[in-house]
């Protein structure tokens, strides 16, 4: 195939950008109030020790990275080199962070935090927004009680999956009656 007679099409990305502020400024929990977003583990996790987040409980952290968050359940390792670009966190349940005592259990954590994040990535892969919604609804439900769930702001759940909150708030509105065609 000669490239000069076919030419080559390519697409452009559209983005903006907002260089002074940060989106944590602007997430606000469902009844209205400001949340704040873990300082103090912000500065643990900023340290470059490794914690893991209990396993004996129902607790974990979602990780506000740039352009989207993270999800680290029990047994997930969190902090040290891996979360550096971390730029905020917000605790699940009675968060408890632990020190691993040996080489062993720090890998252990590593490759638990690897399952969290294909676990989202399942869910991610999903071409329907919606869908993708009410997947990690569906799935937060199953670790947490409800009513701490809904308590979780739309824009943490859209940073997971790859939404608007906007659409996060769709669903819950509907209240899982997800419609597999329709694009929101």
Known sequence: MDSDKHPRYQTAMVSTYYPDTSFLDYIVMPDGTEQSYGSDILTKLLSGKVFIVN??????????????????????AVGGEYDRDC?????IGNLSLLTPETNEE?????????????????????????QRVQKILDQFEQYFPLEMVNKLPNEAFALLVGVLPQTVSIVRRLGGDVDSGFNY
């Open 106 to 130: 720090r890998q252990k954590a590593f490759l638990i935090r690897r399952q969290w994040i294909r676990l989202i990535k399942q869910i991610t892969e999903n071409p329907v927004p919606g």
């Open 87 to 91: 730029q905020g966190a917000l605790p």
């Open 55 to 76: 396993s004996r409980r129902r607790n974990g952290l979602i990780l506000f990275k740039r352009y989207h968050a993270e999800f680290a359940g029990p047994g997930a």
